[in-house]
């Protein structure tokens, strides 16, 4: 099926089944290119024992956790060079949609094998870690950007 990706105003495909995920904690209805398993990436892979990676400790102490998602924000921080950036990031609400960014930017850094991320290197979340952070940080209209490809980022 498809739908309107209302960042962009474009037709994008949606999937409408499951039948891609392994985990079984991944939901139908996100753009084709989002229909990403833990379980079908080898990056992610290997950070799982059991089932899924939501599953995994690191993914609830490190993301789930408001106390662990603080640290983490303090060490992003630690990393944004210009002094006027650094204390508007850290001066801005550390509301639910920064809490995702957070998460997702985090996913992506261990996925990714502590390698950089960032403008020119995205990485789809699978997922089940989407919809496992949005559970933990809803938007209160259900308005979520997803996943943004390199070149269509400022």
């Known amino acids: 099926s498809s739908g309107i990706n209302a960042e962009y105003g474009e037709v994008v495909e949606t999937v409408?089944?499951?039948?891609?995920?392994?985990?079984?904690?991944?939901?139908?209805?996100?753009?084709?290119?989002?229909?990403?398993?833990?379980?079908?990436?080898?990056?992610?892979?290997?950070?799982?024992?059991?089932?899924?990676?939501?599953?995994?400790?690191?993914?609830?102490a490190q993301l789930l956790d408001e106390n662990g998602l603080q640290y983490n924000r303090l060490i992003y921080a630690s990393f944004i060079t210009d002094s006027a950036k650094r204390t508007a990031y850290l001066r801005r609400e550390f509301d639910n949609t920064l809490r995702r960014q957070l998460?997702?930017?985090?996913?992506?850094?261990?996925?990714?094998?502590?390698?950089?991320i960032g403008q020119g290197v995205r990485l789809v979340v699978p997922r089940c870690a989407v919809v496992k952070i949005r559970e933990q940080y809803p938007d209160p209209e259900g308005h979520y950007v997803g996943f943004v490809e390199s070149d269509k980022h400022l």
């Open 16 to 60: 409408s089944n499951t039948d891609w995920c392994s985990c079984g904690n991944c939901t139908p209805g996100c753009p084709l290119i989002e229909a990403v398993c833990c379980q079908d990436r080898s990056e992610v892979q290997q950070l799982i024992q059991g089932q899924c990676v939501t599953d995994e400790q690191f993914f609830k």
């Open 103 to 116: 998460c997702y930017r985090n996913f992506s850094v261990v996925a990714n094998g502590g390698y950089p």
